[in-house]
Every structure is written in structure tokens, then in C-alpha cells.
């Protein structure tokens, strides 16, 4: 067996955090500590489609709206590592406040995978302005969930949301289901099959504003747990999206979502590191959590 080569270039420290990601780490925790963590029972506890549009906006003053998002683009620059910390800090106070910040930036990635500065100019921009916008990432449907996200089962995929071309436009038709953020984003980065291409083969992403003629926001799901961020179902009737929300080209979406997945899944691992840390939820959240679920077995009866 050959020996593995060590590679050259600078040496990899897992054991410390840059500077910069230090002290957002540190601002993440106060946030979380001070803001979240004494209103996670009260999140957890309210109607299913409250929203803390209060929180968000603290978050987004602090920067977690653009924590992904590098400097020359207006945002932090904290990079995957940053975002990882900065989840954590989040989920140990509430997972629920943390996804929505998350779903964000998943949401974010394509644009920003895109390299197209006019793109990222109308879709990344709103992050820096005064008042907080989210962001959604829908993939799911009805029929077809991981067929969407595992290219080799793209085959077998059913159901898919299609995208037609129609001149200077792109025509999207489907319905899209648990889609994290769904109810308050501005944007969505939707992903449909090319109309004809056999199961899902033909995956494509486009830029949706959720203020488009035919969207439709559907109805909020009643979850057991993650209460804070709010996932909702959304229908295309026929909507019209420009040719130039088109990010990277046809049939280019399951190499996004490989690329998306490769950066999300650190984050995901640091929200499950968080929850499994916080042993104090599952005494103080135990009451409520029982009331939620003989309420959900008497609605599914």
C-alpha cells in the first residue's frame, strides 16, 4: 500500500476558531442567552404559524442574515465554519430560532453558487438593508422527497414540479410541501424538472420572488417540535419567472444541491451536537411537548 502524501499549503486547526469567528461566536451566544433562550418555551408553546418577526430582526441586526455571505458581497465572511458555530449557539437556546436563520442561508446558496453579479445584486442585496428578509429553499413535494436530493434517484422521482421555457421567461407549475420559511420569505430557490425530461432528470433551479402572480402560501404545518420556524407548503399555478433567475443553466440543479448539501451538512450536524447537549430542554419543554401530542393523536384519529 502507498503511503498517503501530506499535502502542502496551510495547516488545518481544528482545535481553534479565527478571530473573527471567536468574537461572532460570542455575540451569537449573548443573542441566544439573552434573547432566545428565555422565550424557547414560549416559541415552543405558541399557535402554529406565530412567527417572532422580533427575533429575526435581532438576529439580522447581529448579522445572521448574511453570516454566509462574503464581504465584497456586503456580508460577514465567517465562511462554513462560522455559520456551524454560530447554529450551535443558536439550537442550544432553540433549534426552532436556529433553522430559520439556517433555511435562510440555504436558500442563499444558490444565488450565491451562481457567481452572477446581477443575480446576487436583486436577491442578496435585501440582506443589508434596514429591516430583516428570509429566504426559502424548496425542493420537497408531495411525492417526491429524497428522489430530489439523491441524484442516482432521480430516476425515480414522481410528480416533479416542471419548468417550460416561454420566451424571455420560464413557466413553473407544481407544489411544493414542508418547505421551511415558506410563509414569511421573500424569495424561494425552487427547483423543477424541464418539462419532458424523464423523472427528475431535468432538475433545475430558479429564483421565485413569493410576491409573483401565482404563488400561493399554503397553510402552515402544526409540528411537534421546531415550533419557531415556520414550514408551509407552496403552489406555482402558471408563474412566469425571467429567464435571468435562472441559476447556472438547465439541468444544472443536482449539482447544486450536492454543492448545497456539502455545506449544509456541517450546520446540521451542529444543531444536532446542540440539542443533544441541552439536556435542560427535555425536563423544562416535557409538559407542553405531552399536551402537543395527545392534542396531534386526537386530530389524527
Known amino acids: 500500500m502507498t503511503p498517503i502524501q501530506q499535502q502542502s499549503g496551510p495547516e ?22 439573552s434573547e432566545v433562550l428565555p422565550r424557547a418555551i414560549e416559541l415552543d408553546a ?13 438576529g439580522h441586526q447581529l448579522g445572521l442574515t448574511r453570516a454566509l455571505l462574503p464581504p465584497e458581497l456586503g456580508g460577514l465572511g465567517v465562511g462554513v465554519v462560522g455559520v456551524c458555530v454560530a ?6 437556546a432553540c433549534p426552532g430560532v436556529a433553522l430559520i436563520f439556517g433555511a ?10 451562481s457567481g452572477e453579479p446581477g443575480l446576487q445584486s436583486r436577491f442578496l442585496d435585501m440582506f443589508m438593508a434596514e429591516e430583516a428578509a428570509l429566504a426559502c429553499n424548496a ?43 415558506a410563509a414569511v420569505a421573500a424569495f424561494a430557490t425552487a427547483f423543477a424538472n424541464i418539462e419532458g425530461s424523464h423523472g427528475a432528470s431535468g432538475l433545475t433551479c430558479v429564483v421565485v420572488p413569493l410576491d409573483t402572480p401565482g404563488v400561493t402560501r399554503g ?14 407548503e407552496l403552489a406555482f ?64 384519529r
Request: some cysteine; glycine content about 6%.
Open 237 to 300: 399555478d402558471d408563474v412566469r419567472v425571467p429567464a435571468e433567475n435562472l441559476v447556472g443553466g438547465e439541468g444544472d440543479g443536482a449539482d447544486l444541491l450536492v454543492a448545497q448539501g456539502n455545506m449544509a451538512r456541517s450546520s446540521v450536524a451542529a444543531v444536532s451536537r446542540a440539542w443533544r447537549g441541552t439536556r435542560w430542554s427535555a425536563r423544562s419543554r416535557s409538559a407542553a411537548s405531552v399536551s402537543r401530542a395527545v392534542r396531534c393523536s386526537r386530530t389524527t
Open 139 to 181: 425542493v420537497c413535494e408531495e411525492a417526491a422527497g429524497s428522489d430530489l436530493v439523491i441524484p442516482e434517484s432521480f430516476e425515480h422521482a414522481q410528480v416533479v414540479t416542471t419548468l417550460r421555457r416561454d420566451g424571455d421567461d420560464y413557466v413553473l407549475n407544481g407544489h411544493k410541501r414542508v418547505i421551511t420559511n
Open 87 to 92: 447554529m450551535e449557539e443558536l439550537a442550544a
Open 46 to 58: 405558541a399557535p402554529h404559524d406565530h412567527f417572532a418577526w422580533h427575533l429575526v430582526q435581532k
Open 104 to 113: 435562510t442561508m440555504l436558500g442563499q446558496t444558490p444565488v450565491l453558487l
Open 12 to 33: 488545518l486547526n481544528l482545535t481553534e476558531y479565527p478571530p473573527e469567528v471567536v468574537a461572532f461566536q460570542q455575540r451569537v451566544r449573548d443573542f441566544a442567552q
Open 219 to 232: 397553510p402552515v404545518a402544526d409540528k411537534m417540535g421546531y415550533r419557531a420556524c415556520l414550514g408551509a
